[in-house]
């Protein structure tokens, strides 16, 4: 097992909604940047979402106002929940880390899980 699992993912109509867990280990948690990227087939890596270490998130223009990044430290674990769903959110989601925000937003990541699988549908 790696140092992220992620789960939740699945398939959902347009403008419906999904929240995606993820699963991350003590040697990750807290210590590094998180978030999420994503990779729809044929397309390039996107970074979706992220956080620092003090809780502060940062989000690309293509998700904001429509996906929200959340935590649960007693669990170790990162949400990601994606409201209003569109047909260009279908994607593989991964959770991932980095050494620092800039890194992170660069896709010079340290660590990621196996991805969720989210599709949506017309």
């Known amino acids: 097992q790696g140092d992220q699992v992620e789960s939740g993912g699945g398939s959902v109509q347009v403008g419906e909604s999904l929240r995606l867990s993820c699963v991350v280990s003590?040697?990750?948690?807290?210590?590094?940047?998180m978030g999420w990227f994503r990779q729809a087939p044929g397309a390039k890596r996107e970074v979706v979402a992220g956080?620092?270490?003090?809780?502060?998130?940062k989000y690309a223009e293509s998700v904001e106002g429509r996906f929200t990044l959340s935590k649960d430290d007693a669990q170790g674990t990162l949400y990601l929940q994606m409201d209003n769903l569109g047909l260009e959110d279908t994607a593989m989601y991964y959770c991932?880390?980095?050494?620092?925000?800039?890194?992170?937003?660069?896709?010079?990541?340290?660590?990621w899980g196996q991805g969720t699988q989210v599709t949506v549908n017309s």
């Open positions: 991932a880390a980095s050494a620092t925000r800039e890194k992170f937003w660069m896709l010079l990541l340290g660590s």
């Open positions: 003590e040697a990750v948690y807290g210590r590094y940047y």
């Open positions: 956080m620092d270490t003090d809780g502060d998130t």
